[in-house]
């Protein structure tokens, strides 16, 4: 019941930052930006590095910030202390604990493991346990299965193999999508433009792991151009990285498609062809930006999508990832393997939708001027 | 300025224009053998209710046309704009021929500065180089009546007025000086007394560059005070011409002495004094004949069935109504 509460109250707040004013805004969210600068760097260097850094952040987030990032930075913190606690409620809710196994263990010897790793039988303290070890102790906590090593160390070697087949994915949708999209729509209900969207089509039908799947059957078992699965060179990530890109990239392909035939109709741009500009000039001054607005604000949601398709994704390729301790930690009920690889993934979703929101108001003026 | 008399080599000569558009309820004919003349520095007013065919004609003229041109020429100076091909022709659109358009407020690229906009017109035309061309820009928007041009030059136009706006397309249509300025609506969409103003400044520019304006509107009250002559359309026609003092003062077709009627009288009280009943029709729904016939108040034996041509009713003024037509008309003519 408290929980209920707890979960309530911190809801209402993340709404509430939504009204902060912009004074505050700047001040709250260059303490926050602080305080996650100082979290980060102990954990890489040290406490006195830590202080040092988070003294700098805040003065620099103070002064420079633009008040777009620090609306956002207002945003996250609480947001992220949120899902660390909702994920600790729903660990609890699912059936089983990290210390049960096939062997009955006797009521003593679990009591000594739960103290040990610090996982007591109440959803609120192990959150209370969790979030002094993050804030004071600057670490990720013991993982329970795997004996003797704590998460940021199961992590960081995952960490660069799933932020490298992310981006490469990411990139694949977006080449694929955009030229896709804008050759379809400048030749509108040519053939082109049937076979891009059919293609399209296919791609939104099916999700990354039957894709990835199919793949595997044509190109490593029958045709035997690429290796079924693991990791290690170029030719192992081509597979899982299509599988990732081929849905996001159909549905930048549409985005973009509709994006160029709507800004085509324009009346600017008529007036660009008035002024006696080349139609290729037309294209790529006047009618490109436009077209890129609509698929640049889908970036976000294909960035989360390309992270959870890759929990998937990667235990199907045998790809040493961030997406195979997910899964392991969710099975094993390994909980703080489980937060650690949440908050990794959170705090890279809001990263790229952070670039995505700079690039946004580069791109539109509009927006720019209407947060100032 | 003698007024009345086209010039003998007029700058913008077009014959027989016409304009059928294939759409899926079949072709619409848009514009319906249109013969217009401008001479060099001439200030021609198009005047017709909307759907008359006067964006279709200015279009033709800048060949932007969606659909295709059926028949008809259209000569500026000595050249067949419909011969020359699309590089060529982009050299006569926006350095030869200047458009603003009716919304200024979509009409200007919501994502490049107004400076840019402009710029980029004197780089392509007149090769100026990036800071000459921004110096031309600013001077340009001072030109046109815009305070601060050199803040203003690098705002988007979001963060410009209505009018604002217009002036900017005006600024760009004029940077290379062209010879002939269409102005399609420039201030329909505008408060009125913005109107004026816009009104005004193009009157100034036309006296200064000494350039032909080819003013389309659907306002009978903008054209006096800044037309030499009047060609008024109706459903793709021409269905009068004449200089702006024929117009006024002996309007022969009963569609522009509807129009006149429907002024506003700044000496009566009442606003409007009679809208036109009814509606242009469709394009693709015209009479065999006149195709104000359903509007008209004169009907009588011919007009549902024969195109009247324009009939001449003084030098340089003409009219394509049968009232008009010697053999024809009946003796009481209901003329003014
Ligand atoms: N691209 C097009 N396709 C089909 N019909 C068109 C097109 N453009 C214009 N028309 C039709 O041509 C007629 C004349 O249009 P327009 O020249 O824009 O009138 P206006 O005199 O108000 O400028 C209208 O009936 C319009 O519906
Ligand atoms: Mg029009």
Redesign the interface.
């Given at each position: 019941m408290i929980e209920l509460l707890a979960l309530l109250f911190g809801l209402a707040t993340l709404a509430a930052t939504a009204w902060c004013p912009p004074r505050l805004t700047r001040v709250l969210g260059s303490l926050l930006f602080a305080l996650m600068v100082g979290v980060v760097s102990r954990f890489a260097f040290g406490v006195h590095v830590a202080l040092l850094a988070a003294a700098l952040a805040a003065v620099l987030a103070l002064r420079f910030f633009p008040p777009l990032v620090l609306r956002r930075v207002v945003f996250l913190v609480p947001a992220l202390v949120l899902l660390i606690f909702s994920t600790t409620l729903l660990m609890y809710r699912a059936p089983g604990n990290p210390f049960a196994n096939e062997r009955a263990t006797s009521p003593q010897v679990e009591a000594a493991l739960r103290a040990q790793y610090g996982v007591p039988k109440n959803a609120s303290a192990f959150f209370g346990i969790y979030m002094r070890r993050l804030l004071v102790e600057g670490t990720l906590g013991p993982s329970i299965k795997v004996q003797g090593r704590t998460v940021e160390e199961l992590i960081a070697p995952a960490f660069p193999v799933s932020v490298a087949l992310g981006l490469l994915a990411l990139i694949l949708s977006v080449v694929i999508g955009l030229t896709l999209g804008i050759f379809a729509g400048l030749k509108k209900n040519s053939l082109a433009d049937h076979v891009s969207m059919a293609l399209a089509l296919f791609g939104v039908s099916l999700p990354s792991f039957v894709l990835g799947a199919g793949a595997m059957i044509v190109f490593s078992l029958w045709l035997g151009w690429l290796p079924v699965a693991g990791w290690g060179s170029l030719r192992h990530l081509v597979m899982p990285a299509f599988a990732l890109a081929l849905p996001n990239a159909a549905i930048i392909a549409r985005l973009a498609r509709s994006g160029m035939i709507e800004v085509m109709q324009?009346?600017?741009v008529?007036?660009?062809?008035?002024?006696?500009?080349?139609e290729s000039w037309v294209i790529a001054?006047?009618a490109m930006?436009?077209t890129l607005i609509p698929v640049v604000s889908f970036l976000g949601p294909a960035a989360a999508a390309i992270m959870t398709g890759s929990f998937v994704v990667e235990v199907l390729f045998a790809v040493p990832g961030m997406g195979q301790w997910f899964v392991k930690g969710a099975i094993n009920r390994d909980y703080s393997v489980v937060l650690g690889t949440a908050i990794v993934y959170f705090g890279m979703i809001i990263l790229f939708n952070l670039l995505v929101d700079l690039a946004y108001s580069w791109?539109?003026?509009?927006v720019r001027?209407s947060d100032a | 300025m003698s007024g009345a008399e086209p010039q003998a080599t007029p700058l913008l000569s077009i014959r027989g224009l016409r304009v059928d558009f294939a759409t899926d309820a079949g072709s619409v004919p848009a514009v319906r053998g249109v013969d217009l003349d401008i001479g060099i520095s001439e200030t021609v007013a198009l005047v017709g209710e909307s759907g008359c065919g006067k964006s279709v004609t200015a279009m033709s003229v800048m060949r932007l046309l969606t659909g295709r041109i059926s028949a008809g020429s259209i000569r500026f100076g000595n050249t067949e704009l419909q011969s020359l091909s699309e590089p060529e022709m982009r050299r006569i659109r926006g350095a030869q021929i200047g458009m603003v358009f009716q919304e200024p407020m979509t009409s200007l690229n919501p994502v490049l500065t107004i400076g840019k906009q402009i710029e980029e017109v004197l780089t392509l035309h007149q090769r100026l180089t990036s800071s000459a061309a921004r110096a031309h820009a600013v001077e340009l928007l001072k030109r046109v009546g815009i305070p601060s041009a050199e803040r203003r030059a690098s705002q988007y136009p979001h963060e410009l007025s209505g009018g604002m706006k217009q002036r900017v397309m005006i600024a760009m249509a004029i940077s290379c000086r062209p010879k002939l300025l269409i102005a399609d609506e420039p201030t329909t969409a505008l408060d009125v007394t913005i109107q004026a103003q816009i009104m005004d400044l193009l009157g100034s520019l036309q006296q200064e560059l000494g350039m032909a304006v080819l003013l389309i509107t659907h306002d009978l009250g903008v054209v006096a005070h800044f037309a030499e002559r009047v060609a008024v359309m109706y459903a793709g026609k021409i269905v009068e011409q004449g200089a702006v003092r024929d117009i006024f003062k002996r309007a022969a077709h009963p569609y522009t002495r509807a129009l006149l009627a429907a002024l506003p009288d700044p000496l009566r009280t009442a606003a409007r004094l009679e809208a036109i009943p009814g509606r242009v029709p469709l394009p693709r729904m015209l009479p065999a004949g006149c195709a104000f016939c359903a509007r008209c108040k004169h009907v009588f034996e011919p007009c549902p069935g024969v195109l009247p041509e324009l009939f001449p009713i003084a030098p340089g003024h003409s009219a394509a109504c049968f009232l008009h037509d010697p053999r024809r008309a009946p003796s009481n003519v209901p003329c003014q």
């Open positions: 324009q009346d600017f008529r007036t660009a062809r008035a002024k006696g500009l080349p001054r006047h930006r436009g791109l539109d003026p509009r001027s | -």
